[in-house]
């Protein structure tokens, strides 16, 4: 275990960390210990193709990805223990309202459950809100599920509050 954030390298993401970014994911899930809102995945964020046939048997995750991920790695930040990638990050440059206003998102955000609670996780978070500010980003958002108090309590203690949007959705 990691004794504290000072042992722990934050750096931008390579696609040679997307294996290990999809066992983190992975860990989270089984040990149903989200970091970001439950119905997200990294293979979502990725466009993984799952229909890949029986013979082009994969060896990484980068195989199965269509599309381009430059902007997922120019706004992706990995945190090392140890020589091994322990969390990521994930976050892209949206455009909203009239005045088209630059803003980051964080699209997901994840922490080996080995690893949680010893401020890797504010750490990515403060790192890619310094990225965002490089880059002229003046207000950054994330999505949180309301039912997830423990991330709701995280977001709020890194900063965050409550946007001026509330997004409503209908069950059909």
């Known amino acids: 275990m990691c004794a504290g954030t000072a042992d722990v390298q934050v750096r931008s993401m390579a696609l040679d960390d997307l294996d290990a970014i999809f066992f983190i994911d992975h860990e989270i899930r089984r040990s149903r210990k989200p970091v970001t809102y439950m119905g997200l995945t990294t293979e979502r964020v990725f466009t993984i193709d799952r229909h890949v046939g029986a013979l082009a048997r994969p060896i990484s995750y980068v195989d199965l990805i269509h599309g381009d991920v430059s902007e997922l790695l120019r706004f992706g930040l990995v945190a090392e223990y140890q020589g091994h990638v322990r969390g990521f990050i994930l976050g892209r440059l949206a455009h909203v309202g009239e005045a088209e206003q630059r803003v980051g998102e964080i699209l997901i955000l994840g922490?080996?459950?080995?690893?949680?609670?010893?401020?890797?996780?504010?750490?990515?978070?403060?790192?890619?809100?310094?990225?965002?500010?490089?880059?002229?980003?003046?207000?950054?958002?994330?999505?949180?599920?309301?039912?997830?108090?423990?991330?709701?309590?995280?977001?709020?203690?890194?900063?965050?509050?409550?946007?001026?949007?509330?997004?409503?959705?209908?069950?059909i």
């Open 111 to 171: 922490v080996h459950p080995d690893y949680q609670h010893k401020g890797i996780a504010t750490r990515l978070v403060n790192d890619l809100c310094d990225k965002f500010r490089s880059e002229g980003v003046r207000r950054v958002r994330i999505e949180v599920d309301e039912r997830d108090k423990d991330l709701l309590s995280f977001v709020q203690r890194v900063g965050f509050g409550i946007g001026h949007r509330i997004q409503y959705s209908r069950e």
